[in-house]
């Protein structure tokens, strides 16, 4: 089992950006494919990117391709994402799971998630 606690989130402007960070405890982190996900209210909780075990390769969803970055340092047991060009709509809570899916290519959808943390709020005004 594994522990995830998210960081970064806030308030920020349209165009702006943010990183936010997921730190892991409790299990081996490497044997997990990582993805972030968001929730907007009233919405179903909405796949953001996610990342291999070892870090080499990414998913992302197609509103977020050239201005969001997942990585994830092994090591230290974290990933994180940078998001640039912030919309209002992307106004959520943030969340990072972490999934046993034998094939990473599968990955994205919340359902494939064994584990989440308590989320952090990003708010993009307008």
């Known amino acids: 089992q594994v522990q995830l606690v998210e960081s970064g989130g806030g308030l920020v402007q349209a165009g702006g950006s943010l990183r936010l960070s997921c730190a892991a405890s409790?299990?081996?982190?490497?044997?997990?494919?990582m993805g972030w996900f968001r929730q907007a209210p009233g919405k179903e909780r909405e796949f953001v990117a996610s990342i291999d075990r070892n870090g080499g390769r990414t998913i992302y969803a197609d509103s977020v391709k050239g201005r969001f970055t997942i990585s994830r340092d092994n090591a230290k047991n974290t990933m994180s994402l940078i998001m640039n060009n912030l919309k209002p709509e992307e106004t959520a809570v943030y969340y990072c799971?972490?999934?046993?899916?034998?094939?990473?290519?599968?990955?994205?959808?919340?359902?494939?998630?064994?584990?989440w943390g308590q989320g952090t709020q990003v708010t993009v005004s307008s």
């Open positions: 799971g972490a999934s046993r899916m034998p094939f990473f290519a599968l990955a994205v959808g919340a359902a494939q998630y064994d584990y």
């Open positions: 409790g299990s081996t982190f490497s044997s997990y494919i």
